[in-house]
Structure formats: C-alpha cells, structure tokens
C-alpha cells in the first residue's frame, strides 16, 4: 500500500469529497510504493451496481449508501477503511431499504472493515499498530431492511442519521426480505460518534429481513455495541464480539430472529455481554440465542428490560465479577456480575413462559452462588426466578463446560485467534 502521510491523505480525501454531489463518486489514489496497490476513495450514494475488488484498499471518505435497488459486491479479501470524523463527517457503509450487500468472504480470505489509520495492507489479515482497546476510529456497517420492527411506527429513522435523509429508514412489512449476504466479515475499531450522544455500532441491524444470510461474523474494539438488532427476523450465526465499549449483543424492537453460536470476549469498558429490550410498540416478536459463550471481567452479564422476550439457551458465562463483591457508593451491588430481570414486564413475560432461560452453566467467581447471579428487581413475587435457578443454571468448574460457543468455527479467519485471543479461551 502506498505510504502517504496520514495528512497528505487527509487532505486528498477531503478535496475529493468537497467536489462530490450526492451520487457515488470515487477516486484512485495510486501506488507509490511499487506494491501493485492503490487506494480507491468512495463518497456519497451508490446509485448503480457496484464491484469492490480486492486488489484495492476501499476508503470510505464519509457515508456511503448502497441505495433501493441496488446491489454492492464485495469481493472475498477486500480491506475497507474508514475515514476518521463526527457527526456528518463521520465514515459508514449504509445498505439502504431495497439495497443489497453481497460481502461474501471466506474463511481463508474475510473481507475486513477497519480504520483508516489501520497499517494493515492489500493480502493482509491483520495490521500490526492497533490493538481491541483502539475503538471511535471511524463508523461501522449499517443494514437497513423491510422486515417487521415494534416502534413507534411501521417505518423509523436509525439512530443518528438525520430526519430528511430517508436512506436512514428500517422497517415494514415483509418479515422475508433480503438485503444480501454477509459472511466471513471483520469489523474492526470502529464507533465514532454520529449524532447527539449517539455512537455508531461495529454491526447496526434495522429491520433486516430473514431472506438475508449473515454468518461468520466479527467486530472487535468498537465504541458502541457490538452488534445490535433492531427488530427484523435475520438469522445470525457464528459471531464474535470482543472489546465492545457498550453492550456486546443488544436486542430491541421485538427483533425475531435467531442467533447460533455466538462469543462475547468483554474487556473493561464493556456495559453489558447482553442488553435484551422488549417491543416499543404493538408488535410482539421473541428471538431465540442459543450455543453462547460470555466470558467477562468487572462487566454487567445481561440486563433484559421493557418487557424482554425470547428463548436464550445453552449458554456458558466465565469471568465475571462476583455481584456481593462489586460494590456502590452506598455499599449495594451495583449490578456487575449478575443476570437481572430489571422491570415488571420482563419478570411477568418470564412467569408466563414469553421469556425463557435454560441450560445456562456458570463458572462462579470465588464465595458466589448462582442465587448472587440471578435477580429479579421488580415488584412481582410470583416471577420465581430465584427459586427457578435450579430448572435453568448449574455452576460448572472450568474445563466441564457442556454448552456454549463452538469456538472452532472462529480459528484462522478472526483477529482475535490472530491476536492469540482464542488460544487462552480453549
């Protein structure tokens, strides 16, 4: 790749964008350093199908929106780079209603998302300068879709891209729709802030509907969540979440998919291994995650809130914090280390059987027991969680784990088994 300077860059790249319009423009900046490689700068809309190849570093020098009706492909190996920027500034690709994304990579060859101050290079898996704790280097991947979501309306605005941009809008009504293939994808250092106090997830997932293959899956050190669903009927299988500074998997809107085989690796800024809301409007919807494995360190294990539903099945939790160890101002747990049913609604959906938890094997912190991990904070006694426990939760030593992750399907294509990460979860 050619070593500009990261000004000299910069200010090719910001010339470039200031002569763009709204459509899709790009511009080849070409190799100087004799490596056959050269960086493609691309801004704006996609109004025609598109081809990516992999010979290229794609920067995206803002926000870059595959519009309705139209197809993106991205070539297995392809490196995409994010400009660094708020706000409007900020760099993102964005599947609009009706576009699809076809980033088929392969286990040998992953198509990697990362920051454009990321050394990596053209036939590179992993650069050498930035590490999971590197995050708000640019913006991430958003996927918006037809499928049914539980708001305010059929239709609604994602977060952080203004009102009078309708590429921006998710939701409708058709739980088959297909906005593409994604597989074998690394979504790296990303997060940066894109509207008012509004960061941008490694992997945003607005009404995605269930005609769409997402699989094999990665986003390491991002600002805001790892992945978040935001209604939709997806499917999502074998992803990895490490070093979120939020939430790890967050599930909203009445999301009604499910998701297969899932890692979450916390670090210290991390809020929560799961988030789980229930619908914001009429529509009801449950998920269902099974085969994961959350392994934390002074991190919230799940919070389910405003009436969660869902099925969550054979899942394995190590590391995390013992709650009665984890103390407030005032001397009281202050939620680290536990599950929590943590409002009316959620505790009434898990006595009436809308939300499910079973086969959950935990590794419990020294002096701890399962009843310190399970809470139920609202004011229903007959919720019966704590006295559940034993139907749903056994503390295993570690080595026995029998559920959880099939960590095999994350060697060789992920930065964390590139990092060694995966060696020490074996």
Request: charged letters at 20%; one cysteine or more.
């Amino acid at each position: 790749m050619k070593k500009l300077t990261t000004s000299a860059l910069y200010i090719s790249i910001t010339l470039f964008i200031a002569s763009c319009g709204s459509d899709d423009s790009f511009v080849v900046l070409p190799d100087t350093d004799g490596d056959s490689s050269s960086e493609i700068v691309h801004s704006g809309i996609i109004a025609a199908d598109e081809t990516w190849s992999a010979t290229e570093i794609h920067v995206l020098g803002d926000k870059v929106v595959v519009d309705n009706g139209v197809t993106l492909t991205i070539e297995p190996g392809t490196i995409i780079k994010g400009v660094e920027g708020e706000g409007s500034l900020a760099s993102a690709l964005i599947v609009a209603r009706g576009g699809r994304l076809m980033a088929e990579g392969t286990s040998s060859n992953p198509i990697i998302f990362t920051s454009m101050l990321d050394d990596i290079e053209v036939g590179q898996s992993a650069g050498t300068n930035l590490s999971e704790a590197d995050n708000g280097l640019w913006g991430g991947l958003i996927v918006l879709g037809n499928a049914p979501i539980s708001a305010d309306a059929s239709a609604v605005q994602i977060e952080g891209i203004p009102a009078d941009e309708t590429y921006g809008l998710y939701g409708g009504n058709d739980p088959s729709d297909n906005s593409g293939i994604i597989r074998y994808i690394s979504v790296r250092h990303g997060g940066t802030l894109i509207g008012e106090g509004n960061e941008i997830n490694g992997i945003t997932l607005g009404g995605v509907g269930s005609g769409t293959i997402i699989e094999y899956v990665e986003v390491v050190g991002n600002k805001d969540d790892g992945v978040e669903w935001f209604g939709g009927t997806v499917n999502v299988s074998n992803v990895l979440v490490w070093a979120a500074d939020d939430d790890a998997i967050d599930v909203d809107q009445a999301y009604s998919g499910t998701i297969n085989n899932a890692l979450v690796i916390a670090f210290s800024g991390t809020d929560h291994a799961l988030e789980i809301d229930g619908p914001e409007g009429s529509i009801d919807g449950s998920f269902t995650l099974s085969n994961a494995t959350l392994l934390g360190v002074d991190d919230e294990i799940a919070d389910f809130r405003d009436g969660a539903m869902g099925t969550l099945t054979n899942i394995y939790i190590s590391g995390f914090v013992s709650p009665s160890a984890d103390l407030d101002s005032n001397n009281e747990a202050d939620g680290e280390g536990d599950v929590e049913l943590d409002d009316d609604e959620s505790s009434a959906n898990y006595a009436a059987g809308t939300l499910e938890l079973s086969g959950w094997e935990v590794n419990l912190p020294s002096n701890t027991t399962l009843q310190d991990i399970f809470k139920d904070k609202a004011d229903i006694p007959t919720s019966g969680i704590q006295d559940d426990i034993p139907n749903f939760a056994t503390a295993v030593t570690p080595g026995l784990r029998s559920v959880g992750v099939d960590m095999s399907l994350f060697s060789g294509w992920t930065f964390a088994h590139q990092k060694g990460k995966l060696v020490d979860l074996q």
